[in-house]
């Protein structure tokens, strides 16, 4: 089991940026896929939506078409840790951020317990 803790949510007006931080016990990244979700106000875990993921074996990215260019994951395995910088956000950002490790070879998941950003008008 991956122990995950998620920090840096705040309040920020429209516009301004957020960097999420995922701490991790985890140490050889090459065995996840991992993943920054987010769950909305309103929303159930169930409806959490994928916003960007990194594979650890070959860092490739993705990112849901709503954050394409303003959002950028990044891992840092000196540091055991997973970043989503957020940049020109908007209201509809708003929601917990939750951060997600999937072992490859067993598909075991780990979420961490959410960091809560919250974008003004």
């Known amino acids: 089991q991956v122990q995950l803790v998620e920090s840096g949510g705040g309040l920020v007006q429209a516009g301004g940026s957020l960097r999420l931080s995922c701490a991790t016990s985890?140490?050889?990244?090459?065995?996840?896929?991992m993943g920054w979700y987010r769950q909305p106000p309103g929303k159930d875990r169930e409806e959490r939506e994928l916003v960007a993921s990194i594979m650890g074996r070959g860092g490739g990215t993705g990112y849901a078409d709503s954050v394409k260019g303003r959002f950028t994951v990044n891992l840092d395995t000196a540091k055991n840790a997973l970043y989503l910088q957020m940049n020109n956000l908007t209201p509809e950002d708003t929601a917990i951020y939750y951060c997600?490790?999937?072992?490859?070879?067993?598909?075991?998941?780990?979420w961490g317990r959410g960091t809560q950003g919250v974008v003004y008008s």
């Open positions: 997600r490790f999937e072992t490859a070879k067993t598909q075991v998941v780990d």
């Open positions: 985890a140490r050889t990244f090459s065995n996840y896929e």
